[in-house]
């Protein structure tokens, strides 16, 4: 079948006739008006011979005019790949001679740089992606452009928006001519620019027939011809939405907060992640009084907060508790959504809000006695904190009698109340509170550098520890230095695994640290000691350093020597211009030197119980995958504990569905953007913020990590291979506690999301190096070996 009429071309055919030719034939079946055509499959052109007498007869059907030839290829259309642009189209062919010559460079067009490079970047095989082409009658608009369904720019899906230009449409979408722009929200429109109140009103119905049929939002190319009739063009999923939260019987609009950046992940969680870490996040914020639905938007978590913005009480202190984890892009949201009359306070406090208000003070006696023993005696603290963290590590170890799966299910399943939490716990708060008060009592004597500078160079971190660890481990590679170096990380890791790699102290390394990794709070993602390949690249990265003066070692040595003069001269100062204050704040930027390094263990602490959860899941996931009930053990990370449970009891198949939600999961992992905020209609809440006003060039963020460093950037999106040299600056997304060996060798940092008391500023601080935060579209705006300079005083980041 190599050549087949448009009508023909359908949803379950599209290896045959490719995404576009598929959603033309859609649009026919439904009624919509679409010039007539036909379709040269993809047959035709994996036996790679044109048929030339069938286009022709074809041809002489539609009458032999002009046609438009487009590509539809089989990788073309889909819902998270459009190929926009990416394949020819060919426009007014005229006779068989011209047709025949489009349709070949059709064909070749599949095979063009930029659309290699695309499928690249999607992960898409060559091999796989075959070439239909759609042959149409030719359409000569007065007026043409694109619909999309939901606003592309906010995310709204109640608003549709409009680019429509004189003349065809190809001037909108290639960006060729002045273009009119039109949000349609249901506001009827005076006639203005080239389409009047009655074009739009159509368009209007029509997208709400195409999202409806479809069932998801539509990228719609159309135009008007010489007769004033409307013609529809295309019509393909639009794929750079932002999944919307789910639907909720509770009232609208609601705002959802996205949580992962807080530990360092923009990436989606699997789905067994997410089942376990929506349990613990809530169980967190309830110890502390707080009680907030996370949900599940895309596979990241979000915290629904709307009936804290709607409390009287809480909407109080609600922009100021963002500033210690959530950072400026949260709390300039929240201030936004304050500031919506659709969040005003309902009225005196809700029945939610007086239950946490209970919460919050049958929590406040503990948090006091923790936080002041804290304080008072923080060597003690310490010491209750760690032996807490190692009897919590010897607890999470599983029973040697656990024989079947449904013995490990129940081992995973089983919440075991941890009396452990209260010596974790307190001291961590204590160290973030004396860090954060100084800046108040200071003001008007020191500014944000000052007391950041204070803050560098931090005793007792754990993930400080683990990166000096490392840089131990390379120093000492000897004769192993080159091999280190030569050979690729990934062989490396597979080299040790299987026992044939000399020993270079990863084993001793990774008996310490093993149960780490990126996004390690994912159940779902490999720890080091599965997969030590970013392990192996970070040593790679130390064995570059040359200059000893340049060492992590040294490094840190210099910024805790520096930070304790800062503190001594801020004191100083501070006592001469208010006692009072001085004093209060040298005490506290003391106890803050001794408690607030602590931040990082409890979440290392945290990951003890997980690596034994993993691993008994994955044990799971072996005899089920011996059953035949999984295609592979890893398959078990793309359930929940209850699907499991049910696979586990039942022997329900469900491959189907891990299947599908592996799909899901790679579509999502390719989003290099996640919105701060969501309101329940798909808003991204940053999209609709005054803009900031452009200048120069220079970035503008927010300063973490004070200095001043010009180096090549290094833009980063996958730290398991990265390849960082010495002086470059370390520009990524976001970072997380696996990602700070590549400090070590980083002459600066620059995330796009991040709070000043997170994971990547406080180890920049605590290593000397500056760090701008919250660079909005840094790793987009940057470029691998541009020259830059990070100012982490001023919060800028300047190209050259």
Wanted: charged letters at 20%; glycine letters at 10%.
């Amino acid at each position: 079948m190599r050549v087949i009429a448009l009508s023909e071309a359908t949803a379950d055919r599209v290896d045959l006739v490719g995404g576009k030719a598929a959603g033309l034939g859609e649009l026919i079946r439904c009624g919509e008006r679409v010039p007539d055509g036909f379709c040269v499959t993809a047959e035709a052109h994996r036996l790679g011979v044109l048929p030339t007498a069938e286009v022709v007869a074809a041809y002489e059907r539609l009458g032999a005019g002009p046609v438009a030839v487009r590509s539809s290829a089989t990788a073309e259309d889909l819902p998270d790949a459009s190929f926009a642009g990416q394949q020819d189209t060919f426009l007014n062919v005229t006779g068989t001679a011209e047709l025949i010559a489009a349709i070949e460079k059709c064909w070749e067009s599949l095979h063009s740089e930029r659309a290699r490079a695309y499928r690249d970047a999607r992960d898409i095989e060559h091999q796989t992606v075959h070439m239909a082409v759609v042959v149409q009658r030719m359409v000569t608009p007065t007026v043409a452009g694109v619909l999309f369904t939901a606003n592309p720019l906010t995310g709204r899906r109640d608003e549709m928006a409009v680019d429509a230009a004189v003349g065809p449409g190809t001037l909108v979408v290639d960006g060729a001519a002045r273009v009119d722009h039109y949000v349609l929200d249901g506001v009827a429109r005076d006639d203005t620019g080239c389409l009047t109140s009655a074009h739009l009103a159509d368009l209007r119905a029509t997208g709400e027939r195409l999202q409806a049929h479809f069932g998801c939002p539509q990228d719609v190319e159309w135009a008007i011809d010489t007769d004033g009739v409307r013609w529809l063009l295309q019509s393909r999923p639009i794929t750079t939405l932002f999944p919307l939260p789910p639907e909720t019987q509770k009232p609208l609009p609601r705002v959802y907060l996205e949580f992962g950046h807080v530990q360092g992940m923009l990436q989606p969680v699997t789905p067994m992640g997410m089942s376990t870490l929506r349990t613990q996040i809530a169980a967190m914020l309830a110890a502390l009084g707080v009680r907030v639905e996370i949900v599940d938007i895309g596979g990241r978590l979000y915290g629904d907060l709307t009936d804290l913005a709607r409390d009287s009480s809480a909407r109080k202190r609600l922009v100021k508790l963002l500033a210690v984890d959530f950072g400026p892009r949260a709390q300039a949201v929240m201030r936004h959504v304050l500031a919506d009359p659709r969040f005003a306070p309902t009225g005196g406090r809700s029945t939610r809000g007086r239950a946490q208000g209970a919460a919050a003070l049958r929590t406040a006696g503990r948090a006091v006695v923790g936080i002041l023993r804290a304080l008072a005696r923080p060597e003690a603290a310490r010491m209750r904190m760690f032996e807490a963290i190692e009897q919590l590590r010897v607890r999470s170890a599983a029973p040697a009698d656990l024989r079947t799966a449904a013995d490990r299910l129940r081992f995973v399943q089983a919440n075991d109340a941890d009396d452990s939490a209260d010596a974790i716990m307190w001291p961590i708060v204590a160290g973030m509170l004396a860090t954060a008060l100084p800046t108040t009592l200071l003001k008007g004597v020191a500014g944000p550098d000052e007391i950041h500078a204070v803050l560098g160079g931090m005793p007792h971190n754990v993930t400080i520890e683990m990166d000096l660890a490392l840089w131990r481990l390379a120093q000492g590679a000897g004769e192993h230095r080159q091999l280190l170096l030569d050979t690729p990380p990934a062989e490396l890791a597979a080299r040790h695994l299987r026992g044939t790699l000399p020993d270079v102290g990863m084993t001793a390394f990774l008996d310490v640290y093993g149960h780490r990794g990126i996004a390690e709070v994912d159940l779902g993602v490999p720890r080091w000691a599965e997969d030590p390949t970013p392990v192996f690249a970070a040593v790679a990265n130390y064995l570059r350093v040359t200059d000893p003066r340049q060492g992590p070692d040294k490094r840190f040595q210099r910024a805790s020597a520096a930070a304790e003069a800062a503190l001594a001269e801020l004191v100083g100062r501070a006592r001469r211009r208010r006692p009072v204050r001085g004093s209060i704040a040298g005490f506290l930027l003391r106890r803050a030197r001794s408690l607030a390094g602590l931040r990082e263990a409890g979440k290392f602490a945290g990951l003890y119980p997980l690596r034994e959860t993993r691993r008994q899941l994955l044990l799971i996931g072996a005899d089920l995958h011996g059953s035949g009930l999984l295609d592979q053990p890893d398959d078990i990370m793309f359930l929940t504990v209850d699907e499991v449970h049910t696979l586990v009891h039942q022997g329900v198949d469900l491959r189907g569905t891990v299947t599908a939600r592996r799909a899901v999961h790679r579509r999502e992992l390719r989003r290099r953007s996640v919105p701060v905020a969501l309101l329940s209609d798909g808003t991204d809440v940053e999209t609709v913020l005054p803009a900031t006003p452009a200048s120069d060039g220079t970035l503008v963020g927010v300063g973490a990590s004070a200095g001043r460093v010009t180096g090549p950037a290094r833009v980063v999106h996958d730290p398991a291979t990265a390849h960082v040299e010495p002086g470059d600056v370390l520009v990524a997304a976001t970072t997380d506690p696996g990602w700070t060996p590549l400090f070590l060798t980083a002459a600066a940092v620059v995330t796009e999301t991040g709070a000043i008391m997170a994971h990547g500023p406080t180890v920049a601080r605590e290593y000397g190096i500056p760090a701008v935060i919250c660079v909005p579209d840094a790793t987009r705006t940057i470029s691998t070996g541009q020259l830059v300079t990070v100012d982490g005083g001023a919060g800028t980041v300047t190209p050259h």
